[in-house]
Nanobody
Framework: VQLQAYGGGLVQAGGSLRLSCAAS????????MGWFRQAPGKEREFVGG????????YYADSVKGRFTISRDNTVNTVYLQMNSLKPEDTAVYFC?????????????????WGQGTLVTVSS
């Protein structure tokens, strides 16, 4: 499966942005999906995930209550709605698919990765 994340951009602190992750080559409905981010000079970190059906979501503490992950398997797309953005949310955001459906926060569990999309939050 090929993944492509898009929707990044420049936003002011307190603003909102919605990222999308579109898949091609295979249906996304069999995969748990995760969002990760990597800020300059930092390691890639888990943002949140959603199970294959969309019934379960899980988030890093740093984004809980501000970010929401959803999916629409009919259009092979996963979304990351980001509200109340902070400058520390600035990073390249990646989506990833886990064929083992492990609901994992570890990047090692994800088999397929998309190209990232840059989110910049200005203060």
């Amino acid at each position: 499966v090929q993944l492509q994340a898009y929707g990044g951009g420049l936003v002011q602190a307190g603003g909102s942005l919605r990222l999308s992750c579109a898949a091609s080559g295979r249906t996304l409905s069999v995969y748990d999906m995760g969002w990760f981010r990597q800020a300059p000079g930092k390691e890639r970190e888990f943002v949140g995930g959603i199970n294959w059906s969309g019934r379960a979501t899980y988030y890093a503490d740093s984004v809980k209550g501000r970010f929401t992950i959803s999916r629409d398997n009919t259009v092979n797309t996963v979304y990351l709605q980001m509200n109340s953005l902070k400058p520390e949310d600035t990073a390249v955001y990646f989506c990833a698919a886990d064929s083992g459906n492990r609901r994992s926060s570890g990047s090692y569990a994800y088999d397929y990765w998309g190209q990232g999309t840059l989110v910049t939050v200005s203060s």
